[in-house]
């Protein structure tokens, strides 16, 4: 029997991507009798950890705790899924990434409390990137950046901006930090870090280049704005005024002295103020005529 971590789904070729527990991996796509399933060789000797299709959707990226990431391409020669390895210097198990718009680079957080920007370029199945602020010239397994959170946490989540010109992440010291590279070889032109008195974020996106949307541990998801010159928390992405929010629950004679029995108080506190009752391990964007739709 298959322990299975997560699908992980291709939307224009309508493929889907089955990864496991047990570090296999299938890719099944659409045939005249139904979905047929493809191998993946995955080459990793620890669990897969976390995937995502590239924009180009001709690869993807599957992070493990074997501390490597495996670049997925189909090879048409032999009908299967091959993978290079994305190794140095990860030291630990990947718990994160994301794709850079040019589908070639990308972005990995780990638990060595590292995000890095990596190039995954494959000959034969990406064009080759033009220059730009993450460096000109970009050979697989290139280092493009390197960033350490400043409590050493583990790295829940990573996001490139629309542009491709920022990277975020957000680490377990409830932080998120957003990146600006200047070129291969330089300095970043600004690293910025916000600190909060929240619960850690699990993910993250960009709303546009001046906007991050965040969740995680707190049930909820919350706004930050800026740019260069420094970001912000501006507030949650929920409404309080909506109705209902802040009214307590009703409660009949016979519960208030059920609940005074049973835990010493008058009224069932667990619930929730928030829409969500537990973590919120995923945000993304919904393809609508909404700008943003999470």
């Not at 972005?107 to 033009?130: C, E, I, L, N, Y």
């Not at 970043?188 to 996106?205: D, G, H, N, R, Y």
């Not at 546009?208 to 970001?231: H, M």
Request: proline share 5%; glycine share 8%.
């Amino acid at each position: 029997m298959f322990s299975r971590l997560a699908i992980c789904s291709c939307r224009s070729l309508n493929y889907y991507l089955y990864y496991t527990l047990d570090r296999n991996a299938l890719v099944w796509e659409p045939s005249p009798t139904g979905y047929k399933p493809t191998l993946v060789l995955l080459r990793i000797n620890r669990a897969a950890t976390f995937v995502r299709w590239s924009p180009s959707e001709a690869k993807f990226a599957v992070g493990s705790g074997a501390r490597v990431i495996a670049v997925c391409y189909f090879e048409e020669e032999n009908d299967w899924w091959v993978s290079k390895h994305i190794k140095k210097p990860i030291r630990s198990t990947i718990t994160t990434v994301a794709w850079h718009p040019n589908s070639v680079l990308l972005a990995a957080g780990s638990t060595d409390a590292h995000a890095r920007v990596f190039s995954s370029f494959v000959k034969g199945v990406d064009d080759r990137p033009q220059p730009g602020v993450w460096g000109e010239r970009l050979p697989f397994n290139t280092v493009c950046g390197e960033y350490l959170n400043n409590s050493a946490g583990w790295v829940h989540a990573v996001s490139f901006s629309p542009s491709g010109d920022a990277l975020a992440f957000a680490a377990h010291d409830s932080s998120i930090t957003v990146v600006y590279p200047n070129g291969a070889d330089q300095p970043p032109k600004a690293v910025v870090s916000v600190s909060t008195q929240l619960l850690p974020f699990m993910s993250l996106i960009w709303n546009g280049e001046s906007e991050i949307i965040a969740a995680g541990y707190d049930c909820e998801a919350y706004r930050f704005k800026g740019s260069e010159g420094g970001w912000q928390l501006t507030g949650s992405l929920e409404s309080k005024g909506r109705p209902g929010l802040g009214d307590a629950r009703e409660e009949s004679a016979f519960n208030m002295f059920k609940q005074m029995d049973l835990k010493g108080k008058t009224k069932d506190d667990t619930k929730l103020t928030t829409v969500h009752q537990n973590t919120i391990s995923t945000v993304c964007n919904l393809k609508t005529s909404d700008p943003l739709s999470l």
